[in-house]
């Protein structure tokens, strides 16, 4: 059972991350499925297959709150990683070199006119 959490939980928090609540919908009855068919293969009687289905199914949504609360922390924490310059560091000055050019410069005053 408490593999069955774990994987319900986690599910969940991937869920949570990347789609929006609607997802649960088919979810839920994907694992629903899922469960009592392993149920019935195992032998189990109705009243566990019932603790199992709701068990999956609050773990599931535990695991989508979980996620969806932590989704904005990762988006931030993402755009704040992927910043050029840190915030207290002074960007380098401009030298020489950075302004040659790599094609040849004519001073002659009849070239264009």
């Known amino acids: 059972m408490s593999t069955l959490t774990t994987i319900s939980i986690l599910v969940g928090i991937v869920l949570g991350l ?4 609607f997802i649960l919908v088919p979810t839920i009855g994907l694992a629903l499925a899922l469960v009592a068919v392993t149920s019935m293969a ?3 009687d109705v009243w566990s297959l019932v603790a199992t289905m709701v068990v999956v199914t609050s ?5 989508y ?3 969806s609360v ?3 922390a990762i988006v931030h ?4 990683a992927g910043r050029s310059d840190p915030p207290n560091e002074q960007p380098r ?5 950075d302004l040659r ?3 040849p410069v004519t001073t002659d005053k009849s070239v264009g006119s």
């Open 65 to 67: 709150i979980g996620g």
């Open 18 to 21: 990347r789609f929006k609540v």
């Open 77 to 80: 924490g993402r755009a704040s």
């Open 42 to 44: 195992h032998g189990d």
């Open 59 to 63: 773990f599931l949504q535990l695991g």
């Open 70 to 72: 932590l989704a904005p």
């Open 93 to 97: 000055p401009i030298r020489q070199s």
């Open 101 to 103: 050019c790599n094609f």
